[in-house]
């Protein structure tokens, strides 16, 4: 798979976890694009081409960072908020007799959707999702990013 567009965990981020798969994945990025590097995919006999994706962006986590760019994504809170209930354990759960931990609170899945609203409310829409970038966003014409 080669892709154009790799989205990964924050550069800066509560959890050392998050900023560690952040630059670990970042210098994959890099690395794949190196024509001396030869590697094979596990179960493949060929040698993979080098590729290195056009853009590396980082979604946005615990800390307010300012986003280079935002993404409308009205159609898509419910699939979002599903997706990071599928780790439920991690999250609130009235029921739960596990300690309490930062994430686990009422206050911090309220603070993803109110997140998403007020970035949403800044560029007019109701919910949007900040993004930052490693190297600058380009576009052709400024009417493309209306």
Known sequence: YQPD?????????????HARGSELVSNACFLSGLVK???MAE????????WRPKQVYH???WKNLD??????ITGF??????SIMAYS???????SKEPSTPISSKNFTDSVTYRARDIGRIIG???AEGFTAERFVGVKSLSDII
């Not at 965990?9 to 959890?15: G, K, L, P, S």
């Not at 354990?89 to 029921?95: K, N």
Request: a negative charge; glycine letters at 2%.
């Open 5 to 17: 567009i790799v989205l990964c965990n924050a550069i800066e981020d509560r959890h050392i976890d």
């Open 37 to 39: 590097i030869d590697t």
């Open 43 to 50: 179960g493949d006999d060929q040698w993979q081409q080098a």
């Open 59 to 61: 979604y946005i986590q």
């Open 67 to 72: 986003p280079d760019f935002v993404v409308d």
């Open 77 to 82: 809170m419910d699939k979002k908020m599903e």
């Open 89 to 95: 354990s991690q999250f609130y759960d009235p029921e």
């Open 125 to 127: 829409v109701e919910y």
